[in-house]
């Protein structure tokens, strides 16, 4: 039995590769020989080198460095991971239990989506949501727990849990949102400052920024208190001078990246005449100066610093004229779906459905499913540009926009390298199926789409093949999780994750994490 072990290394490596993780992996217990061969670091890494390129873990490797990581252990752990995805099957479930205080307007007061629904065959179902209470990016979670505990951030990987320094004491927070690095809390006060033409109250409203850095070296053992991640203070700046209001009727959207911060704000008409137009503004922010000056500590703003200082700076306002002109006004009949930024540019994400009933929807439907995003730039004038994609066709023959011809799949996988501008495919790529929400690890080749027609849900993974040395192949390994998926993870209709895990929120209110 020994003697395979014995032979040149060249011709064992030819054999091995020929064998699959699970098998190899069971090699491990043949005996104590086979087991030292199997385990051996170097051939652990030529393993994953052959089943598991992609792996966020070959990714991070950095060859010739100290302390490189051990591949005997990541073999089988990643084996274990891919295999639980190719079967759509969570090698765990966890659960974070939200305090129901949490979900009370007084504590969270989330800016509500516009009221449409897709109606068919005399079923409707949901076109938006409204935002989650929490958010996640890069493996880190951040929410609430409870009244007591403040924001958490809590690490998936480690389980290191840190406290974020935002006071919630007598605020109400809007939206919560962690991307490029920066942790974003938009809130107001509870108590109003003043009210409106119409008589709605206004509160004086707040974004506040955090720098979020994960260090180089881990942290101590998993835990509460002090934990690996950093997240320091940058800035707070109001949203609007006067306030805005805190209702079901108003909305505002935003994005940020490292830089900049962008808020689009719909107010309702103050009276329902035909004549009179909803308010709209687009602002833009540069953010990138840290200031430790807190306008939500001063109210007269006598401690303002010179303008010459470093702080958050408004560099770009846009009324309902320039909207009309950029063509991204909205109207009375809006269909603004979210806004996206990136270092030069801001996007509207504009989608139609031929499905959509609700008060504000243009009369008749429209003719097909439509996605349109228009981009204009942060600063300067600039060109207006838009990208489109559209299904044509009746409701019978519906063929679809052509540059998803090389492939839907590929297309939602990959969204042109990532660009927020790119007006998504997959939004129709799987008709009659709607995209509700969807996790992308383009680097790692897997995608969950949660998808839904009428009353059916669904909740998918998608896996690539491994990489061959000359190309890649097409086909995309498609599965669906368990049916009851969709009650733990898509009660806010919003996945987020990578090939690790899936985040979600179910409709008890608590966070639920599928584990793979």
């Known amino acids: 039995m020994d003697a395979l072990t014995s032979l040149p290394l060249d011709v064992f490596l030819l054999i091995i590769s020929y064998l699959s993780p699970a098998d190899t992996i069971r090699c491990r217990r043949v005996s104590r020989s086979w087991n030292a061969v199997f385990t051996d670091d170097d051939i652990s890494r030529n393993l994953m080198r052959w089943h598991f390129p992609r792996a966020r873990e070959m990714r991070n490797a950095v060859p010739g460095t100290l302390g490189r990581p ?61 935002d989650a209470s929490w958010c996640f990016d890069d493996g880190l979670l951040v929410c609430r727990v409870s009244d007591a505990s403040g924001y958490l951030a809590y690490d998936l990987e480690t389980g290191h849990i840190t406290l974020v320094p935002f006071d919630g004491a007598d605020r109400t927070v809007r939206r919560v949102r962690l ?25 004086r409203h707040f974004a506040t920024v955090y720098d979020v850095q994960r260090p180089t070296e881990s942290g101590p053992s998993a835990g509460w208190g002090a934990g690996p991640w950093q997240i320091r203070f940058r800035s707070e700046w109001k949203l609007d001078d006067l306030g805005l209001p805190l209702n079901r009727r108003d909305r505002f959207f935003s994005a940020h990246t490292a830089t900049h911060y962008v808020l689009y704000v719909w107010n309702h008409p103050a009276t329902t005449h035909d004549s009179e137009e909803p308010v709209e503004e687009l602002k833009i922010w540069r953010i990138d100066d840290a200031c430790a000056y807190r306008p939500s500590d001063d109210p007269t703003g006598a401690g303002m610093p010179d303008a010459a200082q470093p702080q958050p700076r408004l560099t770009r306002v846009l009324g309902r004229g320039d909207l009309r002109a950029l ?31 609700a008060s504000r929807v243009p009369y008749p439907p429209p003719r097909h499913h439509s996605v ?43 969204g042109h390298g990532g660009w927020p501008g790119y007006a998504p495919c997959w939004r129709h790529d799987a008709f009659p199926y709607l995209t509700v929400s969807s996790v992308v690890d383009a680097q790692a080749g897997v995608r969950f789409a949660a998808r839904r027609c009428s009353m059916i849900e669904a909740v998918s993974s998608f896996v690539r ?4 040395v000359s190309a890649e192949a097409d086909g995309m390994l498609e599965m669906d999780l368990a049916d009851d998926i969709w009650t733990h993870l898509l009660a806010k209709g919003k996945i987020a994750g990578d090939e690790r895990w899936v985040v979600g929120e179910g409709e008890d209110g608590n966070i639920s994490i599928a584990r793979f």
């Open 70 to 130: 051990g591949y005997a252990r990541m073999f089988p752990e990643v084996a274990r991971r891919y295999l639980h995805l190719r079967a759509a099957r969570p090698r765990m479930m966890e659960k974070i239990v939200i305090d129901a205080a949490m979900r009370q307007e007084s504590h969270f007061y989330e800016v509500e989506p516009w009221n449409r629904q897709l109606r068919r065959n005399g079923k409707s179902s949901p076109f938006q949501y409204r």
């Open 179 to 203: 991307a490029h690095g920066i942790l974003l809390i938009e809130w107001c006060e509870r108590e109003r400052c003043c009210l409106s033409s119409s008589g709605a109250a206004i509160h």
């Open 327 to 357: 063509g991204i006004r909205q109207g009375k009949k809006p269909m603004l779906r979210e806004i996206l930024l990136d270092e030069a540019n801001v996007y509207f994400h504009e989608e139609k459905h031929m499905w959509l009933v």
């Open 372 to 414: 349109r995003s228009t981009g204009i730039p942060l600063s300067g004038i600039g060109p207006r540009w838009v990208d489109e994609c559209c299904a044509d066709g009746g409701k019978i023959h519906l063929t679809f926009c052509p540059r998803a011809a090389a492939g839907a799949g590929s297309a939602a996988l990959h």
């Open 465 to 468: 093949p491994k990489i061959s």
